[in-house]
T-cell receptor
């Protein structure tokens, strides 16, 4: 299974943009890049996914490198509610969760 | 639209017993996934069912099994429970292969 590498933790202040990086150098052509987050005491929540092109939705943006070996999840204006563990996952037919990035948001 | 539902919310069993966990996917979703989240071990993929068939399974022993019913709901069975099976068991459903998965609230299984 293709693996992803993320920083263990990141910090942000409220209302500031957050860029969460992910490296996936062994990605194959059919792997979709998915992002999920898990708030404390809750199940994971889908955030966004993409294959080759950058993607935007109401929650976030996903910037995918041209060679697809890395991607960045962008939260345009962090809120306290965005404090969570963010997982970058390569999805073919199942989600293999790594350790993710724990995002702390300060008021 | 109702989300993924799971029952029971909590389940307490003793070692050696069997546990049955249930999951109802979002209406229209045909794929159901099971994950285990044990304390300190993160989320581990368990099983994937689609159209009533087991499509893939994670690195778990055969005493973890399940099935998917014609209405796409699913059941996870854990036989010969061991203490280390204590975990949060999460079910997710998706509409398409490699599509986004929507998770239920989970079943907390405690084995004593």
């Amino acid at each position: 299974d293709a693996k992803t590498t993320q920083p263990n933790s990141m910090e942000s202040n409220e209302e500031e943009p957050v860029h969460l990086p992910c490296n996936h150098s062994t990605i194959s052509g059919t792997d979709y890049i998915h992002w999920y987050r898990q708030l404390p005491s809750q199940g994971p929540e889908y955030v966004i996914h993409g294959l080759t092109s950058n993607v935007n939705n109401r929650m976030a943006s996903l910037a995918i490198a041209e060679d697809r070996k890395s991607s960045t999840l962008i939260l345009h204006r962090a809120t306290l509610r965005d404090a969570a563990v963010y997982y970058c996952i390569l999805n073919t037919d199942k989600l293999i969760f790594g350790t993710g990035t724990r995002l702390q948001v300060f008021p | 639209e109702a989300g993924v539902t799971q029952s029971p919310t909590h389940l307490i069993k003793t070692r050696g017993q069997q546990a049955t966990l249930r999951c109802s996917p979002i209406s229209g979703h045909t794929s159901v996934y099971w994950y285990q989240q044990a304390l300190g071990l993160g989320l581990q993929f368990l099983l994937w069912y689609d159209e009533g068939e087991e499509r893939n399974r994670g690195n778990f022993p055969p005493r973890f099994s399940g099935r998917q019913f014609p209405n796409y709901s699913s059941e996870l069975n854990v036989n010969a429970l061991e203490l280390e099976d204590s975990a949060l068991y999460l079910c997710a459903s998706s509409l398409v292969l490699a599509g986004e998965q929507y998770f239920g609230p989970g079943t907390r299984l405690t084995v004593t």
